[in-house]
């Protein structure tokens, strides 16, 4: 199954104070590859003791972490970004098996996660303080800013290197030590990153990684325990309000990327051609199992006839298969829990009066047909179908027409998440309009690809607190402190 020059990257224990490890209990659990149903490998099952465990451990090392320069730890940061680039091919093909999104994007997603890698090592030099002018002569006001301390990361499987890297390596940066749960479906990527990690020479108990299937004990223990500081979290909206509640008691520092919703707007004026390369590369990427991913397709009214001829001649050279597969543009879906939960929102559109325009057809062995769903395209949608409602999370694109930029605003900011958002437009006073009343923490003008390691990623609403990347992505790993001296 694996071709990889360099077999050490695919790990199966859990990492702990620099030691690999099995669970206490040496259960295992099953990381399956979606494309095709078949077991990669089993898992260390790690629970709340070895999690108890890892953060005592993590609370230990912080306080070493923590006085090494700015210096030092820029270029432990700067080593793993070397060492993860010079290992690209093999990260991406784990990515590829386990994930299931195409080879291609697995590179990718590689080389998207290092930047913050990279971002971060950079950032840690650049942790600043400040002299205020003081309210007398013989006073002087300082402001430090110092790591919070252990932080608890629980990321998602759609992304599971770059989402990592997005929170541990500011967090190494700021001086803190991390604890990381990633997901149970993509457990190696996070593996194989902390042996990369290891390799650079950042010290045992800096980043912990947690393996387990229990993801509600683990993530109990991350948000109860005192020791952490701090919890950063991607994934579900339902799930990131009950973290709040978990972390409430001990007031936690909180970071959350949630769920999304994102509206693509397209106006009279907009070049349709690039219009339809953003919608492709925005919906149909990791089949569409992205949080920034189009959501909702508003096309204006005299444009959206030729609009979606472009859109099905695109979609036609979609190719759905095996990640592993040349030329494979279109994977499959994490599960078939997935699949069915694409298929229940496809049939409320139907019900309401939309209509397919076109879907693929599936070229697969049966085996793997339950994995996948084929590259859907419905129009006529109604505006309170399920579909508009709900992230879609799945190669499905609706398309609603519009009159007006009043009502397609309105159309828009009818949600209560608050992620991402995409138009395209020609008319400079209109971007300056929608700029402004756009609903959004991000906004993507005439354009499908929003994400960078330089920009505050991030959303409003129920979409999440705190921002990642960027100059402002290591705020929320430090705390400022006051220092009033008077002479």
């Not at 912990?208 to 993801?215: L, W, Y």
């Not at 919890?231 to 936690?252: E, N």
């Not at 693929?360 to 505006?383: H, I, K, M, R, W």
């Not at 906004?443 to 994400?451: D, K, P, Q, V, Y």
Request: hydrophobic letters at 45%.
């Amino acid at each position: 199954m694996f071709n990889l020059r360099n077999s050490l990257l695919l790990r199966t224990q859990a990492f702990i104070d620099g030691e690999w490890c099995n669970a206490d209990t040496h259960k295992t659990f099953a990381v399956k590859n979606p494309a095709t149903g078949e077991i990669i490998t089993q898992v260390a099952d790690l629970g709340v003791t070895e999690t108890r465990r890892a953060i005592v451990v993590a609370a230990r090392t912080q306080q070493v972490w923590a006085q090494k320069t700015a210096k030092e730890r820029s270029q432990l940061l700067r080593a793993w970004f070397d060492l993860v680039m010079q290992h690209q091919d093999d990260l991406a093909q784990i990515l590829t098996i386990e994930q299931g999104k195409p080879l291609a994007e697995a590179r990718g997603e590689i080389a998207y996660g290092a930047s913050y890698i990279e971002w971060f090592s950079e950032e840690a030099k650049r942790i600043y303080g400040d002299v205020i002018a003081p309210p007398s002569v013989d006073q002087r006001i300082l402001v430090i800013k110092q790591p919070v301390g252990v932080v608890a990361t629980i990321t998602p499987w759609n992304f599971p290197c770059a989402m990592l890297a997005r929170k541990i390596a500011p967090a190494l940066a700021a001086g803190c030590a991390v604890v990381a749960k990633p997901a149970a479906e993509t457990p190696l990527s996070a593996l194989a990153l902390a042996f990369l990690a290891q390799q650079a020479g950042i010290p045992g108990g800096v980043i912990n990684i947690v393996t387990g299937a229990d993801s509600a004990a683990i993530g109990s223990e991350l948000t109860g325990n005192p020791l952490v500081r701090k919890l950063s979290f991607t994934g579900s909206t339902a799930v990131g309000k009950q973290l709040i509640q978990q972390c409430a008691p001990d007031v936690k520092r909180i970071t959350l990327e949630l769920g999304g919703n994102a509206p693509f707007i397209v106006f009279d004026d907009a070049d349709l051609d690039a219009a339809v390369a953003g919608a492709m590369v925005s919906k149909f990427r990791n089949a569409g199992q992205t949080c920034v991913c189009a959501n909702r397709f508003y096309i204006h009214r005299s444009v959206y006839a030729q609009f979606s001829e472009k859109l099905i001649a695109a979609m036609n050279l979609l190719s759905v298969g095996n990640g592993m597969g040349e030329g494979v543009s279109v994977g499959p879906l994490i599960s078939l829990a997935a699949v069915k939960k694409v298929q229940v929102l496809v049939d409320d559109a139907l019900a309401r009066g939309a209509h397919i325009a076109y879907q693929a057809t599936l070229d697969l062995t049966e085996a793997a047909q339950g994995n996948f769903y084929p590259p859907t395209l419905l129009l006529n949608v109604s505006p309170d179908s399920a579909l508009t409602r709900q992230e879609i999370f799945g190669p499905v694109a609706g398309l609603i027409a519009f009159d007006t930029d009043q009502q397609v605003i309105a159309f828009a900011n009818d949600s209560e998440f608050g992620l991402a958002a995409y138009c395209y437009t020609q008319n400079a006073k209109r971007i300056k309009h929608l700029s402004e009343v756009l609903e959004a923490g991000m906004l993507g003008i005439n354009t499908g690809i929003i994400s960078n390691e330089m920009a505050p990623f991030g959303g409003i609403k129920q979409s999440g607190w705190g921002r990642e990347g960027s100059l402002y992505g290591i705020d929320d790993y430090v705390s400022v402190k006051y220092l009033c001296e008077r002479f």
